[in-house]
């Protein structure tokens, strides 16, 4: 299967999946997780009409950019974000996806306030508060979208979350809800229910996280294959 191929199926799963839930195949982006694929398969999907790429490696999005692999398309950050490499991604990116603790809400803004622009972000909700990984826990959500509010350069869209790998479907979907009710909870009190941004769902689960509200989902083995990790 193409690549073109991959994306038209992935996108009739997406529109059925809505239509089941009730909603409008349209309201949702489909995001190309591209990591560890090629400036040319970057291409391939832009050329097929993905809505957006999103890379979670810092260095190899560099490289990819000085290749135009993502012209014509907008460009996320979806990995986890060291505070130092925040230089190297705020300003080239439409929008970081990743963003899990004060500390680099701060550095973001510092960087989008020397290349006087503004960064727009999700906040990153680690639902399953699992050690390992970044995010905000539930708890510390409210009050790191309040510290997000009081920064000039850095404007919230919206959450993204991973749930934990090892959860069952049953379990999956919980933490889907989970998540959808802190954003709607968010929206209406901090946010006048402008956010927009629920960003969920991955080649296993994307049908699933649209049925409980994401709109957005990133989709990497789907459309592109399987990774080969050296
Ligand atoms: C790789 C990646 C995805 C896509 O994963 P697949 O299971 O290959 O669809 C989604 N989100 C993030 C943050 C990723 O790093």
Do not use: W
């Not at 230089?87 to 006087?116: C, D, F, T």
């Amino acid at each position: 299967m193409s690549i073109a191929e991959n994306i038209a199926r992935v996108r009739a799963n997406i529109a059925a999946a809505a239509r089941e839930a009730g909603r409008r195949p349209e309201e949702i982006t489909l995001v190309g997780a591209s990591k560890m694929n090629g400036a040319a398969a970057c291409r391939e999907a832009i050329a097929a009409g993905i809505d957006a790429l999103g890379e979670n490696r810092v260095q190899e999005m560099t490289a990819k950019l000085q290749e135009n692999a993502y012209s014509g398309a907008p460009l996320h950050f979806i990995g986890h974000l060291q505070r130092n490499k925040v230089k190297q991604v705020a300003g080239k990116v439409s929008l970081i996806q990743s963003v899990g603790s004060p500390e680099l809400l701060e550095e973001i803004e510092k960087a989008a306030a020397r290349l006087e622009t503004v960064q727009d972000i999700l906040l990153e909700v680690n639902i399953g508060e699992e050690e390992a990984k970044s995010g905000f826990a539930p708890a510390e959500l409210l009050p790191g979208a309040e510290a997000a509010l009081e920064k000039e350069h850095v404007r919230v869209l919206g959450l993204m979350t991973i749930p934990p790998a090892d959860a069952d479907r049953e379990e999956n979907l919980r933490y889907f809800d989970k998540v959808r009710a802190l954003f709607l909870d968010m929206n209406e009190k901090l946010f006048h229910n402008s956010l927009q941004v629920l960003s969920m769902g991955m080649s296993g689960d994307y049908e699933d996280a649209v049925r409980a509200g994401a709109t957005m989902v990133r989709v990497g083995t789907a459309i592109f294959g399987s990774r080969h990790y050296t």
